[in-house]
């Protein structure tokens, strides 16, 4: 089955997608590694993207969904899309990429949390640059102030952790993704998980009930 985890900037979508990756098998498809593994090989559409980006324009959806309907052509089932679709005019890209490959999406699961919730776990994170791995100034404090756990590396801060940019993409969220919701609601798809004050293995088994 493929799905789609739906939500906003900081909740725990990476978290929940490994967990997945792990115990389902899934495997990712994420627009961020399509377009590092197009630019680094130089395709033609890594090409044109760069362009844009060198620009600090928007990539548009046609090179987008090019990269995305090239991957699904050795990969079409058991997907988690992670950063895809965003738009309602990507989803029904999508759906008729896959409708062309006899696939579909089978759930798309809305990870709800309120926006004070996100605001406050992400001004309060804290990042591994070199493993990735996250941490918060008060809920999920590393061993050593400052120091990751797992390899000793100096702990950071995001710039798009500021207030005012995480305020930014909150409001970006609400205006382009959240009309997905509607989108998948009225095909019968989204199942709504609530995350408010949820432990990571509550929001897992949440999900997991519907597979």
């Given amino acids: 089955m493929n799905i789609i985890l739906l939500c906003s900037t900081g909740s725990r979508k990476g978290i929940m997608s490994e967990l997945l990756i792990e115990k389902k098998q899934l495997i990712q498809l ?5 377009f590092r ?4 090989n130089k395709t033609e559409l890594g ?18 969904n090019g990269m995305v309907e090239d ?6 089932d ?16 999508l759906d008729e990429m896959l ?9 798309v699961f809305l990870l709800d949390v309120d ?31 400052w120091v990751c756990d797992f390899d000793e590396t100096e702990l ?17 969220y609400q205006s382009l993704t959240a009309p997905l919701i509607q989108f998948y609601e009225k095909q019968d798809k989204l199942v709504k998980i609530d995350c408010n004050n949820k432990t990571i293995d509550e929001m897992y088994k949440q999900i997991e009930k519907e597979f």
């Fill in 30 to 34: 994420s627009t961020g590694d399509l």
């Fill in 37 to 40: 593994h197009n630019i680094s």
């Fill in 47 to 64: 090409v044109e993207a760069q362009k844009y980006m060198n620009e600090g324009k928007y990539v548009p959806d046609s090179i987008t």
């Fill in 71 to 76: 991957f699904l052509k050795s990969n079409n």
């Fill in 78 to 93: 058991n997907l988690i899309f992670d950063g895809f679709p965003r738009t309602e005019n990507q989803a029904l890209a």
């Fill in 99 to 107: 409708k062309k490959l006899d696939s579909e999406i089978g759930k």
């Fill in 115 to 145: 926006d004070k919730i996100l605001f406050d776990r992400l001004t309060g994170r804290l990042i591994c640059p070199k493993c990735k791995r996250s941490y918060h100034k008060q809920t999920r404090k590393p061993k050593v102030e």
């Fill in 156 to 172: 950071i801060t995001r710039a798009d952790d500021a207030p005012e940019k995480i305020s930014t993409r909150i409001e970006e």
